[in-house]
């Protein structure tokens, strides 16, 4: 007899978001004349004192789709992560070459603690973009 995994908040609201990501167009369909994203991410803790990663890498403008979400770093996250797509859009429509800003975590700390401890970890980002 096989066993369905366990369905949780989290899986849930993963499953949820691979589907919304997977739906949408890629960048390079999306925003024909943007021909180079880099992006240069730093996690930090809730009061923004702590950075607990850093990454920098060149997007593949063929494959990533235009919904541009980036998970958050705590494991346990629920109903959490960041969302780039509007900071995108608005950088590309503006032709700026450079954002730079900072997001806070709207989802959970973990399953037990939902509707009572908010995640807020903190996405310090840069975007540079070339057309």
Same mark, same amino acid.
């Given at each position: 007899?096989?066993?369905?995994? @366990? !369905? !949780?908040?989290?899986?849930?609201?993963? &499953?949820?978001?691979?589907?919304?990501?997977?739906?949408?167009?890629? &960048?390079? %369909?999306?925003?024909?004349?943007? @021909?180079?994203?880099? +992006? =240069? &991410? $730093?996690?930090?803790?809730?009061? $923004?004192?702590?950075? $607990?990663?850093?990454?920098?890498? !060149?997007?593949?403008?063929?494959? %990533?789709?235009?919904?541009?979400?980036?998970?958050?770093?705590?494991?346990?996250? +629920?109903?959490? =992560?960041?969302? &780039?797509?509007?900071?995108?859009?608005?950088?590309?429509?503006?032709?700026? =070459?450079?954002?730079?800003? %900072?997001?806070?975590?709207?989802?959970?700390?973990?399953?037990?603690?939902?509707?009572?401890?908010?995640?807020?970890?903190?996405?310090?980002? @840069?975007? !540079?973009?070339?057309?």
């Amino acid at each position: 007899m096989m066993h369905s995994p @366990k !369905t !949780t908040p989290r899986s849930e609201h993963l &499953l949820l978001e691979k589907q919304r990501v997977q739906s949408a167009p890629t &960048l390079a %369909e999306t925003f024909p004349e943007l @021909k180079s994203l880099t +992006v =240069d &991410l $730093g996690y930090y803790d809730p009061e $923004g004192l702590h950075r $607990g990663s850093q990454i920098k890498y !060149t997007v593949n403008m063929q494959f %990533e789709k235009s919904v541009f979400r980036i998970a958050c770093h705590n494991h346990e996250c +629920v109903r959490g =992560d960041f969302d &780039l797509s509007n900071a995108l859009a608005n950088a590309v429509t503006a032709r700026l =070459d450079t954002v730079s800003s %900072e997001m806070c975590c709207q989802g959970w700390r973990s399953r037990p603690t939902i509707d009572t401890v908010p995640c807020h970890n903190i996405l310090r980002y @840069k975007l !540079t973009l070339e057309y």
